[in-house]
């Protein structure tokens, strides 16, 4: 049975079928790109002004562009102070001259002549001021992009100045920006509050003069330079090309899965985080099988610093239970359809000799290329056969992951260190002081170099398997699910060796570990499941490959709707119904 694709009928209207066919059917008719063309080929910054009155409509239609420029987070926090007074705007180009003649002075000869020739009458000639003001009085943090580019709410009121000089020049209007101010100067002259700031004054007007080329590149100031001077491909020019071994998957793969998730009989990512991990499960181009749980263990000599509620004798017991298959790992694996591996990497006698970090490295660097060699092979075997979801065991090892996270993140031990299973208040202080001079042994001993040096100095065998598992299955192409911090950090170890890892991981879920949350956020991930789990052994990471089987196969399940065709008259894109066949009824 064919179905129709449902059409919301506010927002978007057009389907990844319509844009797949034209990526370019949302241009605008060619008249209009060349008048844009043309207008921003015209733009001036205009220092001569006629004294005749700008209309009301027009100069609300200048206003009105500046206030539809783009904003970081929909901010909006330009503000528009029109000046029309004559008194206000004698004040202002007084202080606009007193600023060019102070940077005149601290000129060379020849540039301060051009300085000081440049004419500012402009402030007193032009009919109107316009002074754009960034109103700031909101916490950057509060503000979606602004946390990580403070400054980019003044960028939003430098692309409104632009907006407005465009249509300014449109309707034959000229415009000059003038930011020969102290900007305080400015401000208390306007009677601006604090927390908001001028981006200098806009004088507006009927033109007194129509060159037909930049102002300083007619004086001699400067010249425009070639476009093929100032673009560059990929990074700066005398950077140095990053070395990557691997490719996340690129464009085509990306909207093909996204096209394809378009398709389905469901609003567009109806499933939330799940739409947005099976993207990247297909752009991949995972394989379908079941897939596997790859359980690595060791133990870890710094259990002997009273860092853990349990004797290390507990990681053989589970151990062994996971190779009986009733385990909490191996149940769980088993109820998602997932087989089990188990990587012994030193528990018991294979343990002799490692470090308890604190007075040594955890691992020499014999032992430690062996466990990721063969996890890196593993992972490479087990990629074809589906999922690969990680777990661990390891009494001791939520302190030893603190204390990789800590040096990955470069966080203080305060901020990375909790409660790992049952621990108390006197045994998390004894933790963090465990990772305070494990840090402090590895920076008075050379620091650390290569990422994955710092799963040797202050890892374990089980993360280092990991780590080379989790290298082995993104080479191979498949995809890797995530459990707790300590399978977290062993990723992010590989990742900032070889970036184009991220783009393989999954993070099943977010554990109740203090630093689970940051190692997922450095790496970009938003978790599956948010259980507050603390059973390791790869629990959470198996429920959460039995999400994503189930994701999948709603995705291969569900009806699919027919493409759009276009109506022949108008050229839009509709939905057509078919016909009904013989004998049967239309419905409805």
Not at 152 to 177: F, P, Q, V, Y
């Amino acid at each position: 049975m064919s179905y129709a694709r449902p059409v919301p009928t506010i927002g978007d209207r057009s389907s990844a079928a319509e844009r797949a066919g034209a990526p370019d059917g949302w241009a605008l008719p060619a008249a209009d790109v060349a008048a844009l063309e043309r207008v921003v080929a015209a733009r001036r910054d205009i220092r001569r002004y006629r004294p005749d009155p700008v209309p009301d409509a027009v100069l609300r239609a200048v206003l009105e562009a500046g206030h539809r420029a783009p904003s970081v987070g929909h901010s909006q926090p330009w503000r528009f102070v029109v000046v029309t007074e004559q008194a206000t705007r004698d004040a202002a180009a007084v202080l606009a001259d007193r600023c060019r003649l102070q940077q005149a002075a601290g000129m060379a000869p020849e540039s301060a002549r051009g300085l000081l020739d440049l004419r500012l009458e402009g402030i007193r000639e032009a009919p109107l001021g316009v002074v754009v003001a960034c109103d700031r009085r909101t916490a950057a943090a509060g503000v979606l992009g602004r946390a990580t580019f403070p400054d980019a709410d003044l960028w939003s009121c430098a692309a409104a100045i632009e907006n407005m000089w465009l249509t300014a020049r449109a309707h034959g209007l000229g415009l000059g920006w003038v930011t020969l101010f102290e900007p305080t100067d400015l401000a208390g002259l306007l009677g601006l509050p604090d927390g908001v700031e001028t981006l200098g004054w806009l004088c507006l007007g009927w033109p007194d003069e129509r060159p037909p080329e930049p102002g300083l590149q007619r004086a001699g100031w400067s010249r425009r330079q070639p476009l093929d001077d100032v673009v560059m491909h990929e990074r700066w020019r005398e950077a140095p090309a990053p070395v990557s071994h691997l490719r996340a998957p690129g464009p085509q793969e990306v909207v093909h899965a996204r096209d394809r998730a378009d398709d389905l009989l469901t609003a567009p990512g109806s499933l939330g985080v799940l739409d947005t991990v099976l993207d990247r499960v297909e752009a991949l181009g995972a394989a379908p099988g079941p897939g596997t749980l790859v359980v690595a263990a060791a133990d870890h000599p710094v259990v002997a610093h009273g860092v853990s509620a349990f004797a290390a004798s507990v990681t053989a017991d589970v151990v062994r239970a996971t190779r009986e298959g009733v385990s909490m790992g191996a149940v769980a694996a088993r109820a998602s359809g997932l087989s089990v591996r188990l990587v012994d990497a030193g528990v018991g006698e294979a343990a002799a000799g490692r470090g308890d970090l604190v007075h040594a490295d955890a691992l020499d660097v014999t032992t430690a290329d062996a466990l990721v060699d063969r996890g890196r092979r593993l992972g490479a075997e087990l990629a074809p056969q589906g999922l690969v979801a990680l777990g661990e065991v390891g009494v001791g090892n939520t302190t030893v992951a603190a204390a990789v996270a800590a040096a990955l993140l470069d966080l203080p031990a305060s901020e990375v260190v909790g409660r790992g299973s049952s621990a108390d208040s006197d045994m998390v202080a004894r933790k963090t002081d465990v990772v305070q001079h494990a840090l402090a042994r590895v920076a008075a001993t050379g620091g650390l170099g290569h990422p994955l040096d710092v799963l040797r100095r202050l890892g374990g065998g089980e993360l280092a398997v990991l780590a080379g598992v989790t290298l082995g299955v993104a080479e191979s192409g498949g995809v890797v699910v995530l459990d707790g911090l300590a399978t977290a950090v062993a990723a992010l170890a590989v990742v900032r060796a070889e970036p184009a890892v991220a783009a393989h991981l999954v993070a099943g879920q977010r554990s109740r570990e203090r630093a689970h949350a940051a190692v997922l956020r450095e790496l970009g991930l938003e978790p599956l499941l948010d259980l507050r789990l603390r059973a390791g052994e790869g629990v959470g990471a198996a429920l959460a490959a039995g999400l994503l089987h189930s994701g999948r196969a709603l995705r291969a399940d569900v009806a699919r709707t027919r493409p759009a065709t276009t109506h022949p008259a108008t050229g839009l894109a509709v939905d057509r119904a078919p016909a009904p066949s013989p004998g049967t009824s239309s419905g409805d």
